[in-house]
């Protein structure tokens, strides 16, 4: 599972970028395997109501594509049917009632060409409500998920507004459960000192936060007052990054990493051994056909689809038969 962190300044900043969301999603499908469940969280100044983050597949490209419809489109195409296997709603609630601004309606389309959807309203103690994620009643904050990661949610809820972390926004509060093995790897002689978060001495945090506020409000007033390049932002995010860790040392103070290395065996490597860097280029190719028809349904970029299934599909099924014909060889 992925999980991308997310900041994009409001769409009348100076420095806001019309092409925020695309270079979001370029960096997601580089990075993102392809059976990833993928999740972004952060602050996006998207207002988008009620709008729809799903598309229901228009039944007369189903029916022209249909011949050409393999497993891995179909799929794609009927993805938000596990949201209604999981029982988590498709009509989403909020109490933003403004109307949604231009970067909530990109918001949504990213959703749409990514099968990337909403939480907030929709799962946890939020479902049903969709509260506000700053203290102007405004949702502007998401946790966007994909389907199969909802089964994974166990809590989802928006904190009540706090000066102490933020002087507009609430905190989504976010905790995911799931099964995984572990095995034992040779004892390291070095171990990692490790923080954990103790809800009895959060005061202590606090305490230790609040005495040294000094630091902080000096910190943002340098960022106001320098010349906001990538050197400056850098070094100002570090020393703040250093002081909050300093303050929860000194509050919970550290502990050794005595436990097993975990390792996740619960996704399984899918790849088959007839499925070789020429499936994979074909993929690539059909992953990248789908990508450009979501984003402008032309009749170009869907003959290029159909054209990309078609290939693929050929390739998977040579590469099979070859592979049955040399275990065949070697059996007799």
Not at 64 to 90: A, C, G, H, R, W
Not at 278 to 293: E, G, I, N, P
Request: hydrophobic share 30%; with cysteine; proline share 2%.
């Amino acid at each position: 599972m992925s999980i991308g962190c997310v900041y994009i300044p409001p769409e009348n900043s100076k420095y806001a970028s019309k092409d925020a969301f695309e270079e979001i999603e370029r960096e997601m499908v580089t990075l993102r395997d392809d059976e990833q469940l993928c999740s972004l969280i952060g602050d996006f100044n998207a207002r988008t109501g009620t709008l729809l983050d799903f598309v229901i597949p228009d039944e007369n490209l189903v029916e022209v594509l249909d011949e050409n419809l393999n497993d891995e489109i179909t799929d794609f195409l009927y993805d938000y049917q596990n949201l209604i296997s999981l029982k988590i709603p498709l009509k989403r609630c909020s109490e933003d009632k403004m109307r949604p601004n231009t970067q909530g309606y990109k918001l949504v389309e990213f959703c749409k060409r990514n099968n990337l959807y909403i939480t907030g309203g929709r799962t946890g103690s939020d479902k049903g409500i969709g509260k506000a994620t700053t203290k102007d009643n405004s949702l502007i904050d998401y946790f966007i998920v994909s389907s199969n990661l909802f089964k994974y949610i166990e809590e989802y809820e928006i904190i009540p507004f706090d000066a102490l972390f933020s002087d507009v926004h609430k905190r989504i509060h976010v905790k995911l459960t799931t099964e995984v093995t572990t095995i034992e790897k040779e004892k390291s002689s070095h171990k990692r000192k490790t923080i954990k978060w103790i809800e009895k001495d959060k005061h202590k945090f606090i305490e230790n936060i609040r005495k040294n506020e000094e630091k902080v409000l000096d910190l943002c007033n340098e960022i106001e007052s320098s010349k906001k390049d990538n050197h400056d932002i850098n070094r100002v995010i570090t020393s703040l990054t250093n002081f909050y860790s300093q303050a929860a040392k000194d509050s919970f103070g550290t502990f050794a990493n005595k436990n097993p290395i975990k390792k996740n065996h619960g996704a399984k490597n899918r790849n088959k051994p007839w499925f070789n860097k020429s499936c994979k280029l074909k993929r690539k190719q059909f992953h990248s056909a789908k990508y450009k028809y979501n984003k402008q349904k032309s009749i170009n970029n869907k003959n290029s689809l159909k054209r990309a299934s078609k290939e693929y599909k050929k390739r998977n099924k040579q590469m099979f038969s070859k592979l049955s014909v040399e275990d065949r060889k070697r059996a007799s």
